[in-house]
T-cell receptor, first 114, second 115 residues
Framework: DGGITQSPKYLFRKEGQNVTLSCEQNLNHDAMYWYRQDPGQGLRLIYYSQIVNDFQKGDIAEGYSVSREKKESFPLTVTSAQKNPTAFYLC?????????????FGPGTRLLVL | AQKITQTQPGMFVQEKEAVTLDCTYDTSDPSYGLFWYKQPSSGEMIFLIYQGSYDQQNATEGRYSLNFQKARKSANLVISASQLGDSAMYFCAMRGSLGNEKLTFGTGTRLTIIP
């Protein structure tokens, strides 16, 4: 089955620690995205990538970093510079980064700070 | 800048009734797409329906239809014959053009279906 997988489902971060969230897709999509969702809120864009080896900052990129070395993979690192990382993180992909194309989402990762 | 407004934080609807979830948007882009997603308690965002700004007819997908009124900048979701499994958060979102291709979300509406 084609789809998007995210791991882990739950992640715990200690103060000052960097953690990496995994996102893999087998839909052959060029574009991939990372969103953050806080309780009772909509989604906010962290980073997106339109093609391999290229990515752009979204609305709330500070404290986060990404890489796109393979078409299938778009990992997100939450660095120690992100002071309030507790949130639900969703990865998405689309055929291309144009308005007509639907973004499909993975199941998400819940990040909690210890 | 793009903006999505969902004015109904929560709704309660009797099972088997139809329900309309409101969504208004603001954009200066000539071309854009409007989307509705369902988010059950598990957290995954499930795509429901899409409407393009140039589409002449309202989009339909099974029990879901989108009431698109371009002049009013509204894109309401209509769910016919509601079911208990429809209880979830519903988000309206849009993607623009001319550099506004990111997906902008509203704050959502929590729909609860009553047996």
């Amino acid at each position: 089955d084609g789809g998007i997988t995210q791991s882990p489902k739950y992640l715990f971060r200690k103060e000052g620690q960097n953690v990496t969230l995994s996102c893999e897709q087998n839909l052959n999509h060029d574009a991939m995205y990372w969103y953050r969702q806080d309780p009772g809120q909509g989604l906010r864009l962290i980073y997106y990538s339109q093609i391999v080896n290229d990515f752009q900052k979204g609305d709330i990129a500070e404290g986060y970093s990404v890489s796109r070395e393979k078409k299938e993979s778009f990992p997100l690192t939450v660095t120690s510079a992100q002071k309030n990382p507790t949130a639900f993180y969703l990865c998405a992909s689309s055929v291309a980064a144009v308005y007509q194309e639907t973004q499909y989402f993975g199941p998400g990762t819940r990040l909690l700070v210890l | 800048a793009q903006k999505i407004t969902q004015t109904q934080p929560g709704m309660f609807v009797q099972e088997k009734e139809a329900v309309t979830l409101d969504c208004t948007y603001d954009t200066s882009d000539p071309s854009y797409g409007l989307f509705w997603y369902k988010q059950p308690s598990s957290g995954e965002m499930i795509f429901l329906i899409y409407q393009g700004s140039y589409d002449q007819q309202n989009a339909t997908e099974g029990r879901y239809s989108l009431n698109f009124q371009k002049a009013r900048k509204s894109a309401n979701l209509v769910i016919s014959a509601s079911q208990l499994g429809d209880s979830a958060m519903y988000f309206c979102a849009m993607r623009g053009s001319l550099g506004n291709e990111k997906l902008t979300f509203g704050t959502g509406t929590r729909l609860t279906i009553i047996p």
